[in-house]
C-alpha cells in the first residue's frame, strides 16, 4: 500500500521537526522545506497528499503557493501562522485553505486535524461504484465524481471548499442552510465564532465565479436571518 507523503514547508526548522516527530509516529513520510518556492518544487516533481504550510514563508509566502497549488491540484493544505485575527483565518480559508491553526500549536491536535483532513479527503476521492448524476440548471453543470463545474460549456475553477458549499446546495434545491450547517458539513468541524464570516465570504466568492453576483435570479439565495439556498 502507498505510504501517505505530507509536504513541511516552515522556514523554522524546529518546528517543522516537531511536526515531523509527531507524524511519523502515525506512519506518515514526511518532506521537509525551508521556503515557498522549494514547496512549489516538490509539489510538481510528485504526489503528496496534504501540505502543512507556514504563511510567513521566505521567497514565497504561504498565501501565493496555495494559489499556485490551487491552480493544480486538491489536497487538503493546512496553514500554520502567528497571525491570530479572525480576517487572517478567513483571508487563508478563502485562499483555498482546508483548516488554519496558530502558533504555538498542540502538536496531537495538529496530528488530529491531519487525520481528520485525510480521512475527509480520501472518502470523498474514494472510486464510486455508480458515478453520481450530474446536477444542471441555469447553464450551470456541476459533476460530482470529477468535482468540476461548467458554466455555458467553460469550465470554472472552484477551490475545494467552494466546490463543497456549492455541491451541498444545489443538492438539495429549495432547502434553506444555515451557516452553521454549511461549516459543519463543509469543515467537518465545530462551528467556532467566526464561522458564519467565513462561509459568507466563500459564498461571495463562489457567486462571483459562477455569475451570480450579478444574476437578478440568483442561483444561490440568502435567506435573512436563516441561511442560504439553491434556487435551481
Known amino acids: 500500500m502507498k505510504r501517505i507523503t505530507i509536504l513541511i514547508a516552515d522556514d523554522e526548522a524546529e518546528i517543522a521537526d516537531l511536526i515531523a516527530l509527531h507524524l ?3 506512519g506518515y513520510q514526511l518532506i521537509k522545506v525551508p521556503d515557498g518556492k522549494e514547496a512549489l518544487r516538490v509539489i510538481q516533481s510528485q504526489p503528496i497528499d496534504l501540505a ?3 504563511i510567513m514563508m521566505p521567497k514565497l509566502d504561504g498565501y501565493e503557493v496555495t494559489r499556485q497549488i490551487r491552480e493544480q491540484y486538491h ?3 493546512i496553514f500554520l501562522s502567528a497571525k491570530t485575527s479572525d480576517m487572517d483565518k478567513i483571508t487563508g480559508l478563502v485562499m483555498g485553505a482546508d483548516d488554519y491553526m496558530i502558533k504555538p500549536f498542540n502538536p496531537m491536535e495538529l496530528v488530529a486535524r491531519v487525520n481528520a483532513q ?3 479527503y480520501m472518502q470523498l476521492n474514494r472510486p464510486s461504484v455508480d458515478n453520481e448524476a450530474v446536477l444542471e440548471t441555469g447553464g450551470l453543470s456541476i459533476y460530482p465524481d470529477q468535482r468540476k463545474v461548467v458554466l455555458y460549456g467553460e469550465p470554472i475553477e472552484l477551490t475545494p471548499k467552494e466546490f463543497d458549499i456549492l ?3 444545489a443538492s438539495h434545491p429549495k432547502k434553506v442552510f ?3 450547517h454549511i461549516f459543519q458539513h463543509v469543515w467537518g468541524e465545530a462551528y467556532y465564532e467566526s464561522g458564519n464570516n467565513t462561509v459568507m465570504v466563500h459564498i461571495r466568492t463562489l457567486r462571483k465565479k459562477i ?3 450579478s444574476n437578478k435570479n440568483k442561483l444561490i439565495k440568502t435567506v435573512w436571518g436563516v441561511g442560504y439556498t439553491f434556487n435551481g
Do not use: T
Request: net charge negative; charged share 45%; glycine share 4%.
Open 52 to 54: 502543512i504550510l507556514d
Open 118 to 120: 485525510l480521512r475527509r
Open 211 to 213: 455569475g451570480d453576483d
Open 178 to 180: 444555515s451557516a452553521d
Open 24 to 26: 511519523e509516529k502515525e
Open 167 to 169: 455541491y451541498l446546495l
Open 75 to 77: 489536497m487538503p493544505i
